[in-house]
């Protein structure tokens, strides 16, 4: 099954490392608190966002499933102004599915869950590391750091925290799925 991606371009890929500018795009996100288990909190977070898009808006609208998961660190719940993408901290984690973009701030449904928000994400520099496997916390750290080392090495400093894309459906095997770590940076190496 296809599903529709964010927009981008590949700028520079630098060994494994692949450097792309996005396109802004729209995603309605999660704030997952008090969870440090990396799991549980993407699973609740991928639950409240799927009811969302499963016509759990203001408008009772079903809205197509599109791909990457995002999941992300967060020290502190974010503001309404800020792909789907998982990122972790201290306080919990931010969840995130990808709108089509048919869909602007003003169009898209607002969602029932008022722990559910739409944030505009603007056009960025992002340096990716692609790999598959398991949607684990160790396999997501390892890679993690396999993009921070080549950053480092390639002296690109980066403008953010990682995240972790999941672009399949769970019931993928492994060893098809495609994971990324993603981290906003600044510049691509020479």
């Given at each position: 099954m296809s599903y529709e991606e964010p927009g981008y371009s590949v700028i520079r890929e630098s060994g494994a490392v692949e450097y792309r500018r996005y396109e802004p795009y729209l995603v309605a996100e999660t704030f997952v608190a008090d969870r440090a288990d990396f799991d549980s909190a993407g699973n609740e977070g991928f639950r409240r966002l799927f009811k969302y898009i499963a016509g759990g808006n203001t408008s009772q609208s079903r809205i197509t499933m599109t791909a990457p998961v995002s999941q992300a660190a967060q020290a502190e719940k974010i503001a309404m102004t800020v792909p789907v993408q998982q990122q972790g901290a201290g306080a919990g984690w931010r969840i995130a599915f990808m709108l089509p973009a048919?869909?602007?701030l003003e169009t898209a449904p607002r969602p029932s869950d008022p722990r559910v928000e739409l944030v505009a994400v603007p056009a960025r520099l992002v340096a990716v590391l692609r790999y598959s496997g398991r949607w684990t916390e160790s396999n997501y750290l390892e890679h993690r750091q396999e993009l921070l080392g080549a950053l480092s090495a390639a002296g690109i400093e980066s403008t953010g925290e990682p995240w972790l894309a999941r672009y399949n459906a769970p019931f993928s095997l492994p060893f098809?799925?495609?994971?990324?770590?993603?981290?906003?940076?600044?510049q691509v190496p020479d």
């Open positions: 048919k869909y602007t098809l799925r495609r994971n990324e770590v993603l981290i906003e940076v600044g």
